[in-house]
């Protein structure tokens, strides 16, 4: 049973933080590439930043220098820390597991709200 369960979600101030996990379970999690995608109402979901099985990053450019990914695979849990948000970053965020080469093998989590405002 696979399962990507995302917490920390919520509301914040711009200027604060936040930071989101995924807790992953039902696979091979340290192979996986792990990604933080959201959707913003009115909005395609976008990709906001992954982490491959080697911890090489990839970042959308409205998040570079403020958002961070990282991934603790002993725990099986994939963060984002989400440092200086804006109004803009409002969104639902998704977390994603991907080992690239199959839709077989591409898993989703259910979602958690992030409102930044003051």
């Known amino acids: 049973q696979v399962q990507l369960v995302e917490s920390g979600g919520g509301l914040v101030q711009p200027g604060g933080s936040l930071r989101l996990s995924c807790a992953a379970s039902?696979?091979?999690?340290?192979?996986?590439?792990m990604g933080w995608y959201r959707q913003a109402p009115r909005m395609q979901r976008e990709l906001v930043a992954s982490i491959n099985s080697w911890h090489s990053t990839e970042y959308a450019d409205s998040v570079k220098g403020r958002f961070t990914i990282y991934r603790d695979n002993e725990k099986n849990t994939v963060y984002l820390e989400m440092n200086y948000p804006k109004p803009e970053d409002t969104a639902v965020y998704y977390c994603?597991?991907?080992?690239?080469?199959?839709?077989?093998?591409?898993?989703w989590g259910q979602g958690t709200q992030v409102t930044v405002s003051s």
């Open positions: 039902g696979f091979i999690f340290s192979i996986y590439t």
């Open positions: 994603n597991a991907d080992l690239g080469y199959s839709d077989y093998e591409v898993f």
